[in-house]
Structures are given as C-alpha cells and as structure tokens.
C-alpha cells in the first residue's frame, strides 16, 4: 500500500515556465514533508522540506505548499531551468527521524528548451 | 568532501555468495540510515542507527541482513547468501538527531547479483 503517491511518472515543461510537480499522502501521522531531487546513479539530494504546522516554504527558485486537509503538497520551480532535469522524490517522516522516510515513486521532470 | 560517502560504488557478484558494503556519514550526524531502491521504485527504508545503536528494522530486512555501526561512525550491510532479488541500489543517509531534520544521502552503492 503507496503511502505517498505520486500519480504523474513523467512531466515535460519548456525552459522558463513553471513546473508543477504533485504528491498526495494517506498517513495522518506524517509532520514532516521533503522533496529530493535525484541524477542517474547518484544518490538523491536534499531540495525543501516543509513541517505539518505550515502551509508554504520557499527557496530561490522552489516553493513547496502544503494542504494538510487534502493530504497534498506540492514542488514548484520557476523558472525551470535545464539542470532541473532530474527525478523528483516526495518524502514523508512521522517517527521524528526514527522510522525513516517514506517515498513516493519519483516524477521524471524533462524541461525542453 | 564533508557528505556522505559509500563504498564499493558497484558491486556484481554471484548468486550465494556475501558482500559487504560501508558508508561513512557526516561526521557529526549521530543519525544514519539504510535503504534500498529499485527500478521505478522510490528509496525503501530498511533500518535505522541512532549512534551505535541500531533502533529500528524494516520488515524488509530479511535475516540474510545485518549492518553493524561498532563505533558510532561508519557503518556496515553485510548481505548473507545474496539471491537475484537483492540485486538494487543500496543507499546510505545521515541526519543530525531531532524532529524535522533532513537526511543527506551517499551516491548509493549498485548490487548486481548474477
């Protein structure tokens, strides 16, 4: 059982518009929401995190939003840039670290010039 | 290079056969983490060391696995009798301890089980 989906396996934006990637969640437990960005053969690396008892964090180019009551959030970057062709990990944590992250299956982000 | 580190980077062995793998985190996390990733599939969490001591262990985590972490520094998942499903992207994070810290991940070590 999925408990973090994320419904779209691949996205294609064009180079400077908005990408909107998505993620929905069925635990209630989880307080704690990351998205990781991840090269081919590489680890993934940490982009934003966002605790339950907000709603919105932002850096730079990246603003993640959070809809507790849809049990939805959201990764958006603009502008899109080449090097943010990637897959984009939706993690969640509800032990406080102890139980480690629960990840969806990753959305391959293609950005087109 | 002060992030996370794994070793081998790949690994292709028989079928039966043992491998180790190690990862050194960053070096003031007292929190580090194992998991597995396949194919199409996000990170899967397998256990989890507070220092050196080993909290929690997925019920993936079949008793053909175990990982160690003696000193509270590196650790250690050794896979007993590897069959063609562990055949995967093992990957190692650490974090500092405390609620909502993000976990920083190694470049992953790739079992190929032939």
């Known amino acids: 059982d999925q408990q973090v989906k994320q419904n779209s396996p691949s996205l294609s934006v064009q180079e400077g518009r908005i990408s909107i990637l998505n993620c929905d969640y069925t635990?209630?437990?989880?307080?704690?929401f990351l998205w990781y960005k991840k090269y081919p053969a590489e680890g993934p690396t940490f982009l934003i995190s966002?605790?339950?008892?907000?709603d919105k964090n932002e850096d730079g180019r990246f603003t993640v939003f959070l809809n507790k009551s849809a049990k939805h959030l959201s990764l958006h970057i603009v502008p899109s840039q080449p090097g943010d062709s990637a897959v984009y990990f939706c993690a969640a944590d509800s032990g406080g670290g102890a139980d480690g992250l629960t990840f969806g299956k990753g959305t391959h982000l293609i950005i087109q010039p | 290079d002060t992030g996370v580190s794994q070793d081998p980077r790949h690994k292709i062995t028989k079928r039966g056969q043992n491998v180790t793998f190690r990862c050194d985190p960053i070096s003031e996390h007292n929190r580090l983490y194992w998991y597995r990733q396949t194919l199409g599939q996000g990170p899967e969490f397998l256990t989890y060391f507070q220092n050196e001591a080993q909290l929690e262990k997925s019920r993936l985590l079949s008793d053909r696995f175990s990982a160690e972490r003696p000193k509270g520094s590196f650790s250690t998942l050794e896979i007993q009798r590897t069959e063609q499903g562990d055949s995967a992207m093992y990957l190692c994070a650490s974090s500092l301890l405390g609620p909502n810290t993000e976990a920083f991940f190694g470049q992953g070590t790739r079992l190929t089980v032939v």
């Open positions: 635990n209630s437990m989880f307080d704690y």
């Open positions: 966002i605790s339950s008892i907000k």
